[in-house]
């Protein structure tokens, strides 16, 4: 370990020094004495150099590049050989330094464990530093927002339609109203989602942990879940060329005049089949790690299989089915292709299924994509509905955590 680290160390640092080292020994070259003054003419040629040298071109456009090929060569050469010998030397510096350590006396045992310690801290202090550094920068952003447009505007108008072409610094806050955004994301993913993945993903769980022969579940478990393997592009398609045409037609042959061949009911839909394996999975390991003894007992009191599940396994399992349900919700409400393909990007604020909507996330990947300065407010209502967002998953979590605790305590 102590041989190893240094020198994955000292490779990680020279891979960053030596094409600077190379390209300062290319540019003392007397070759390179006829390169353009302009910066960015004479890094054209010197990457049209390098590339040949390298072997990832075969010619060059720029006959000044050609004279800088073999200096290349022979710069990228010299160091790689001191690059190779460096490496060995620190490797049996640092191995014979870790040999003559090695004593009776000497405690490796617990040295690693603190080195793995200090790790784990490191790995631990990365991922909360980087969940503080993206609620600081929306955070940061967001106040930059409510500067320009009023969060009461924000929070409470019903009207979304941002214009990135509009003068900056007088915005019109009736133009940022979030309610439709906020409502799409409630209706698609928290609704006519959760509609189709809790029971269809709670059934499949208790047909596999309690009637299903173990040779069908040895198959079925893993085909249900390989749709949370699908990419979330196949099931835009499918949204989007299957299911939202096959609404549009029931809903013409229902009487409907020109039905929308986009809708919250199809993105809902195919939204929901996406998540059923996150249900499915949480709910059928809860359910298996009820103790066979409650099965037992609740059969052995002259209770049905049906009522020893309704009444004795899934209160057992809430936990977990309350886990499993949460973490498919904060996957929905995140979902954007499927909405994009599906559900366009228009917000409307309705609650008839068959009528276009949007949701937070596509406006957000709308309002950064493009040219739009980041001074600009519509640029900046982006990070506020991030933040919102950001919020609302919070709440959700603790909600389950909340929902978790006290069940948990219930059975144990």
């Not at 102590?2 to 490779?11: A, Y």
């Not at 350590?101 to 909360?128: H, N, Q, Y």
């Not at 209502?381 to 978790?404: D, K, Q, W």
């Amino acid at each position: 370990m102590w041989t190893v680290i240094p020198v994955v160390l000292f490779i990680a640092l020279w891979s960053f020094i030596a094409p600077q080292l190379v390209t300062q020994s290319v540019l003392a070259d007397p070759a390179a004495a006829d390169l353009p003054a302009f910066d960015f003419q004479r890094q054209t040629i010197l990457n049209e150099a390098r590339a040949v040298a390298t072997g990832a071109a075969n010619g060059v456009f720029n006959q000044e590049a050609d004279a800088l090929v073999e200096p290349y060569r022979a710069a990228i050469s010299h160091y790689r050989l001191i690059g190779i010998g460096a490496t060995l030397a620190i490797a049996l510096l640092f191995g014979s330094w870790a040999f003559l350590r090695l004593k009776p006396d000497f405690a490796a045992r617990t040295k690693v464990e603190r080195a793995v310690m200090g790790i784990l801290l490191v790995a631990s202090l990365v991922a909360i530093l980087t969940t503080l550094g993206i609620f600081v920068s929306l955070v940061f952003e967001t106040f930059r927002f409510f500067g320009m447009v009023s969060p009461i505007d924000f929070l409470f108008g019903t009207h979304w339609a941002p214009d990135p072409m509009a003068n900056a610094a007088n915005p019109d806050g009736s133009r940022y109203g979030a309610i439709p955004l906020f409502w799409g994301t409630i209706f698609i993913g928290a609704i006519i989602a959760m509609i189709v993945a809790i029971p269809l993903g709670l059934m499949s769980a208790i047909y596999l942990t309690q009637y299903a022969d173990p040779r069908w579940r040895a198959w079925l478990k893993p085909a249900l879940e390989i749709l949370a393997g699908v990419p979330t592009v196949v099931y835009g398609y499918f949204a989007a060329l299957t299911v939202a045409p096959f609404i549009r037609d029931l809903a013409l042959s229902a009487g409907m005049s020109n039905p929308s061949s986009e809708s919250a009911l199809a993105a809902g839909l195919v939204m929901g089949v996406m998540i059923i394996p996150f249900v499915s999975s949480m709910a059928d390991d809860s359910i298996a790690a009820v103790p066979q003894a409650m099965r037992d007992g609740s059969l052995a009191m002259g209770a049905t299989t049906s009522e020893t599940i309704r009444r004795v396994l899934v209160p057992a399992a809430l936990p977990g089915i309350v886990a499993g349900v949460m973490l498919a919700i904060s996957r929905a409400i995140g979902e954007t292709m499927i909405v994009v393909m599906a559900a366009s990007t228009a917000a409307n604020l309705s609650v008839n299924p068959l009528e276009a909507m949007t949701t937070v996330t596509v406006q957000i990947v709308a309002m950064l994509t493009g040219e739009g300065s980041f001074d600009h407010p519509a640029t900046l209502s982006a990070f506020a509905l991030g933040f919102v967002l950001f919020l609302v998953t919070l709440g959700l979590n603790f909600i389950a955590l909340r929902v978790v605790k006290r069940f948990r305590e219930a059975y144990e």
